[in-house]
């Protein structure tokens, strides 16, 4: 198993630029999600799915689309870059969450991007 | 949602020394998780551990979820242990794991 797997590892941007940040799981989770963290913040939830077709909002998820078509695949896409946005995002994985050794959440290594 | 709060901070130690880490959670707790972030960026699982105790090498963590709180213990710090320390928690309905801020913490040879 490769686990989970996020593309790029780096990432420039210019201000109003788009992209999308790849992250794909082959354990066969339901439960996907996106992080971001900054300096003196921990991660902080951007968005997370329980399942193909199904996501919900996180704790900072303005600027950030997500979509879930897949198990597999749970891509984060910004929509217009902002300096604010720099930071590393990190996608995760696991069963569930509703308790349980099975519901262990798995980290990829992460995407570190700047919007300049 | 619940709140994850560690302790210390910062934590500077010299080869050899031994360590306790802690987490404070909010709630009572379905999941509770224990990372080692290296000085390379990545998120390393130590311990999925809501309750009870285990230990895995030099390595050992006990939650007592009825008192909220969870400690994480190091003994022999070796330089290769350096870096951040997170406690995630999740508890209730709303499928979001919590991360404190973590503690990082230093291990002079």
């Known amino acids: 198993n490769a686990g989970v797997t996020q593309t790029p590892k780096f990432q420039v941007l210019k201000t109003g630029q788009s992209m999308t940040l790849q992250c794909a799981q082959d354990?066969?989770?339901?439960?996907m999600s996106w992080y971001r963290q900054d300096p003196g913040m921990g991660l902080r939830l951007i968005h997370y799915s329980v399942g193909a077709g199904i996501t919900d909002q996180g704790e900072v998820p303005n600027g950030y689309n997500v979509s879930r078509s897949t198990t597999e695949d749970f891509p984060l896409r910004l929509l217009s870059a902002a300096p604010s946005q720099t930071s590393v995002y990190f996608c995760?994985?696991?069963?569930?969450?509703?308790?349980?050794?099975?519901?262990?959440?798995?980290f990829g290594p992460g995407t570190r991007l700047t919007v300049l | 949602g619940i709140q994850v709060e560690q302790s210390p901070p910062d934590l500077i130690l010299q080869e050899g020394a031994n360590s306790t880490l802690r987490c404070n959670f909010s709630?009572?707790?379905?999941?509770l998780q224990w990372f080692h972030q290296n000085p390379w960026g990545q998120l390393i699982n130590l311990f999925y551990?809501?309750?009870g105790t285990k230990q895995n090498g030099r390595l050992s963590a006990t939650t007592v979820a009825t008192e909220r709180y969870s400690l994480l213990y190091i003994s022999s710090s070796q330089t290769t242990d350096s870096g951040v320390y997170f406690c995630?928690?999740?508890?209730?309905?709303?499928?979001?794991?919590?991360f404190g801020k973590g503690t990082l913490l230093t291990v002079n040879p």
């Open positions: 995630a928690a999740y508890g209730g309905s709303n499928y979001k794991l919590t």
């Open positions: 551990i809501p309750s």
């Open positions: 354990m066969n989770h339901e439960y």
């Open positions: 709630d009572s707790v379905n999941n």
């Open positions: 995760a994985s696991s069963y569930g969450l509703a308790g349980g050794e099975y519901n262990e959440q798995f």
